[in-house]
């Protein structure tokens, strides 16, 4: 597959998915101006670049919502990596507890929170099919925790058939990068 030169990539990187250690083999193939890191979920932050900045960035990276190739100037495509959710949700309660810095520490430790009553408190909707809503660009706060309608499942599959290079999986890491390999 013949990917454009020009094509920005956008790497929706899904929390505790292995997305740190694809990013930094992303990053050591790219020359470091043309990358960028988003640190808003609403890509705040890249799409207040100039526009001549931002057709410079040829690989975004973030805890992003799908939607923010509106903001990119040129050709794009979307790559992202996705984990089993139990498994996911169960390592990102773990890093809560063990980093100290982490916006949810002091609430799940002051709390005495338990995995189950992490997963059922709603703090973050990333707990709440989580991966579903950052494809299908959800953001997390518009839809009530507990209700996520099949819908979404369709519109994010939707989204990934139609401007996805790539969808990873954690669990088959190896495979990934071949794939990517591939595809870039």
């Not at 609403?42 to 923010?68: F, M, N």
Request: glycine share 6%; charged share 25%; proline share 5%.
């Amino acid at each position: 597959m013949g990917l454009n030169p020009d094509c920005t990539i956008i790497f929706i990187h899904t929390p505790k998915a292995a997305g740190s250690t694809l990013w930094r083999v992303i990053h050591r193939q790219y020359d470091k101006t043309s990358c960028f890191q988003i640190k808003s979920s609403d890509s705040r932050d890249y799409r207040e670049l100039p526009i001549e900045e931002r057709r410079q960035k040829k690989i975004l990276r973030g805890h992003i919502y799908y939607g923010t190739h509106e903001f990119v100037p040129g050709p794009f495509t979307y790559i992202t990596m996705l984990r089993d959710p139990v498994d996911r949700i169960i390592s990102h309660y773990y890093f809560v507890l063990r980093t100290p810095h982490h916006g949810l520490y002091d609430e799940v430790t002051s709390r005495n929170l338990t995995l189950r009553d992490y997963v059922l408190s709603g703090l973050r909707g990333e707990t709440n099919n989580g991966q579903t809503r950052l494809i299908a660009g959800e953001e997390s706060t518009s839809l009530p925790y507990g209700q996520c309608p099949p819908e979404l499942l369709e519109t994010a599959k939707r989204n990934i058939e139609k401007d996805f290079t790539l969808v990873g999986l954690t669990e088959r890491f190896d495979e990934t990068l071949i794939l990517l390999k591939r595809a870039f």
